[in-house]
């Protein structure tokens, strides 16, 4: 069992992760909402460390990032849980059920290293198809160990992250992609039970630490596709973020919870005209 790192201890055994804007207080024996840090008798553990759900080796396009080293593979991991609650997560069978809940191959970080070293294909290792933020501790070694051989890190996350752990993360990590689902906070407490500014500054701290960074939009009809909306999220990442950032819109198909129309091919096309105005590299995905 590994313990958690970014956690204070409160009376009666109690606990308060910090690792995302959360911030969870964890009574004994309980889980947080990401179901995979754990309070045992006042020690928070990272339940997953160690365990994963899948591993294969993936097109980096398939992150998505286009502009880091194209045509290239990367050995990609996930494990379980997420920090969301996104009624159409695409990779709800993973990221929405608990350590119990599914079959998960024990691993250690020296065999994931051995893999990363023996596949020569491979450019490094991505932490990618559930929410890696809640498998941090495990991240953060296997990461130490894919710089030391002079590998690649790429994080592919929902943002929802605290500052001082994303800050400690960035001298290993050399690419992200990261979801800007919507540019509302309705949307972001209805819809995902999150909230957007905690995103918007870990998208900021990305930028400002020069690390490789693209973003993704998955436009989704009658919640997310309000052009105005579309817009004012393309001048705020331009502003902020630069000309430069590339950002992926992805046609949104039914998932979990959410039957709605795919995207029609009209609004793409439209965002697409609206986003080239203010970002230099915009990439429709899905079509
Ligand atoms: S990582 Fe999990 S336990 Fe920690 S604050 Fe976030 S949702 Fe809660």
Not at 15 to 20: I, N
Not at 269 to 287: E, H
Request: contains cysteine; charged residues 25%.
């Amino acid at each position: 069992m590994k313990e958690a790192k970014y956690y204070k201890k409160l009376s009666d055994n109690r606990v308060q992760c910090e690792l995302c804007p959360h911030n969870c207080i964890i009574e004994n024996g309980k889980r947080g909402l990401c179901r995979v840090r754990k309070n045992y008798n006042g020690i928070l553990i990272a339940e997953t460390y160690g365990l994963i759900s899948a591993i294969h080796l993936d097109p980096i396009e398939k992150k998505p990032l286009y502009r880091f080293y194209p045509d290239t593979k990367i050995i990609s991991i996930g494990t379980v849980g997420c920090n969301m609650r996104c009624e159409f997560c695409q990779n709800h069978e993973i990221s929405q059920v608990g350590v119990d809940e599914i079959g998960l191959k024990k691993v250690s970080v020296n065999e994931i290293i051995e893999m990363v070293k023996n596949e020569k294909n491979s450019i490094g290792l991505a932490y990618t198809y559930n929410e890696p933020t809640i498998y941090f501790e495990f991240m953060l070694d296997l990461a130490k160990e894919v710089k030391k051989l002079g590998l690649k890190n790429v994080m592919v996350s929902n943002g929802f992250i605290n500052k001082k752990p994303l800050s400690d993360l960035l001298e290993y990590i050399d690419a992200f992609n990261i979801d800007l689902k919507a540019f509302d906070n309705n949307f972001y407490s209805k819809i995902t039970k999150s909230n957007i500014e905690p995103i918007k500054e870990s998208l900021k701290l990305i930028k400002k630490s020069g690390k490789h960074l693209e973003i993704t939009n998955l436009l989704i009809p009658t919640l997310n596709d309000n052009l105005g909306e579309f817009e004012n999220m393309c001048k705020w990442i331009s502003e902020e973020l630069g000309r430069d950032t590339v950002l992926h819109i992805t046609r949104y198909f039914s998932n979990y919870k959410m039957i709605i129309e795919p995207t029609g091919i009209e609004l793409m096309r439209k965002c697409y005209d609206i986003a080239i105005k203010y970002l230099d590299f915009v990439y429709l995905g899905n079509v």
